[in-house]
């Protein structure tokens, strides 16, 4: 989601979306009046059209062009890339893509995950600067490494890829997926935070604050490390977030999901002089503490006058402890002349149960958060049931009162594989399959399997143990499922 800093009320919403026939695209819809009303949806064009796209994340720049990243590839794994589409309509139409990096520039690692884009205000008429970070897909083998790409004419061409880490800042070895999660400041600064594990250094995982300095260099010190802490559910959603206050131009804050009390939580920690010291670490959500209720999925922002505005999904009134329980979205505020944050308060209006296809097809249970002339907009998303569904959420902070729609209905094809990890067959269940293809995690399809009666089993007993990818043909569409055999 994005809002329009010149104009609050327009506001633009982009997912993973079904198009019959087609494999997932990116789509948009826009709202003029604070999200009343909504645009038709808008798809955004496939580069081949053997590909498939993912991670959206979208910004306006100064001069009200609007940006979006997100991920176009082909499903076997060989070619694509991380592309921008610009829109100087709003969102109600986008340009030509323009290639960041190509999916197979780092040879073996695949830098096609997580493509967020943060945009440096510039002044006057001049092109804001863009970047660009992102990741090695989630199936690439340590040790893996963030990267880095930049813009200063509106897209129309990027510096060459480089590693955010550097020696003495190194991810390290262990980390699957380094993440950089980024953010600019009111004087057009770049910051980005990424975690790093390197034991003979310390012992914990931290995060390093990396500053991006002219002409493409960065600025580290060891005293911007957080240090982070292990998760007790491995399915948590534990991605993390940096926001820059708009009114404060050292003033920083990062959130993360941890685990310091047993269960996971959201914290909070902040730096008032650009990242060289950071304060202690506030728990967000006010639920009784150790309780094993899981708190995931949070996204932060600050307003124009330096509210911080925070949302998560949220499992306090779940019957049970853990993953699979059902959960609501909940958020809090930390005015700019308070030291802590509020009481929390509910965003949906329900809550949404726990449903297996979440492992399936996680990538759209997603969430956004920002706020404006104290009004807080919301959006998350779910596919249960085979169903994508798109809540917004506008919230009158003075009031209390939210209003929560249903903004998007996207029926997709129901589709299981089971068990997850398989021996040696794997159930096909779900309705209007047809075929089932497992390929490798190098786009080789090794087992083609035509299905004719439902529920229907694939013995998958000659294949070796590691990771698929089943491409599940149906008669709404194509599904890709990621599979493991034992």
Request: hydrophobic share 40%.
């Amino acid at each position: 989601m994005a809002l329009d800093p010149s104009t609050p009320q327009h506001i633009v919403v982009g997912w993973m979306g079904t198009v019959p026939g087609v494999h997932t695209s990116i789509k948009t819809i826009v709202s003029y009046n604070g999200g009343a009303t909504w645009s038709a949806p808008v798809a955004i064009p496939h580069i081949a059209g053997t590909y498939t796209s993912a991670d959206v994340s979208m910004a306006f720049d100064h001069n009200n062009n609007l940006f979006m990243s997100y991920i176009d590839h082909s499903e076997n794994n060989d070619s694509g890339g991380v592309y921008v589409v610009m829109s100087t309509d709003g969102g109600l139409s986008w340009g030509a893509p323009s290639k960041v990096i190509d999916g197979y520039a780092d040879p073996g690692k695949a830098p096609l995950d997580r493509p967020w884009i943060a945009i440096g205000k510039a002044i006057g008429a001049a092109p804001d600067t863009l970047y660009v970070t992102t990741k090695p897909a989630p199936w690439i083998p340590v040790p893996n490494r963030p990267y880095f790409m930049m813009s200063t004419d509106s897209a129309q061409s990027w510096t060459p890829w480089r590693y955010i880490d550097t020696t003495g800042y190194f991810v390290g070895n262990d980390i699957q997926a380094p993440m950089a999660a980024p953010a600019t400041d009111s004087a057009g600064r770049f910051h980005c935070m990424y975690p790093v594990y390197v034991p003979s250094v310390s012992v914990y995982p931290r995060f390093i604050l990396a500053t991006h300095q002219l002409p493409n260099t960065f600025s580290y010190n060891a005293a911007y490390s957080v240090v982070g802490a292990a998760q007790v559910d491995t399915m948590a959603k534990v991605g993390y977030r940096l926001i820059c206050d708009p009114t404060k131009n050292n003033h920083l804050a990062f959130f993360t999901i941890t685990a310091w009390d047993g269960d996971a939580d959201v914290f909070c920690t902040e730096s008032f002089d650009g990242g060289n010291t950071w304060g202690s670490h506030q728990r967000v959500n006010d639920d009784a503490v150790g309780n094993g209720k899981m708190q995931d999925m949070v996204w932060a922002n600050f307003d124009e006058h330096g509210n911080i505005i925070a949302a998560w999904r949220d499992r306090r009134n779940s019957p049970d402890t853990g993953y699979e329980e059902p959960a609501e979205i909940w958020g809090a505020i930390k005015w700019a002349d308070s030291s802590a944050f509020s009481a929390n308060f509910q965003i949906s209006d329900t809550a949404a149960p726990y449903d297996s296809i979440y492992l399936d097809r996680a990538g759209n249970d997603f969430m956004n958060v920002a706020m404006a002339q104290d009004t807080m907009s919301a959006v998350w998303g779910d596919d249960r049931t085979g169903a994508l569904n798109i809540w917004f959420a506008r919230r009158d902070m003075a009031t209390g009162t939210t209003v929560v729609k249903n903004i998007v209905h996207e029926q997709t094809p129901i589709v299981q594989l089971f068990p997850d990890p398989a021996k040696t067959v794997l159930n096909v269940a779900g309705k209007d399959i047809t075929t089932v293809d497992l390929y490798d995690m190098v786009g080789r399809l090794l087992l083609h399997h035509a299905v004719h009666t439902l529920p229907d089993k694939i013995d998958i007993s000659k294949l070796r143990a590691g990771v698929y990818s089943a491409h599940i043909q149906t008669d709404q569409g194509l599904v890709t499922i990621e599979v493991v055999k034992q």
